[in-house]
């Protein structure tokens, strides 16, 4: 089984937890265009049809955010759906809350814990996308399990 977790930023990123123990963590696809970064859906789509065959789940941050993030969050459940990938929507209440970061303040504690955690993802101080995505798909794991 492949846990995704996807932190839906346009900085944001997706994390495979495979269930023996491998992770992988990949930044959000972007393209330039206008002067603005775009999430690129097509690429995204690429990224995880290969997945579907492989028995997986996924968690998308769900948040109350603005709506460039509501927009993100839309298209990554349309391309999940269309490639057979059930998901779960889940609120960083919980999923900060089920990792033991819930109400400390910054990106800092998410991207420490994917440091401890998993540190072969060589994830680097300012990449709280990679962390966050990554104890996502802990909590879908934890969720499952």
Known sequence: MIYLGIDPG?????AMLH??????????PIYRAGGKNKFDDKQAAMMVKPLA??????????????????????????ILAAVGIPYLEVYPVHWQTFCGIYGKKGKEPSIKRAQEKWPSLNIADKEDGKADAINIADWCRGKQG
């Open 10 to 14: 346009i900085y944001g990123a997706l």
């Open 19 to 28: 269930s023996h123990g491998y992770a992988e963590v990949y930044n959000a």
């Open 53 to 78: 065959p492989q028995g997986c789940i996924a968690a998308v941050e769900t948040t109350y955010m603005g709506y460039k993030s509501a927009e993100n969050i839309g298209k990554w459940k349309g």
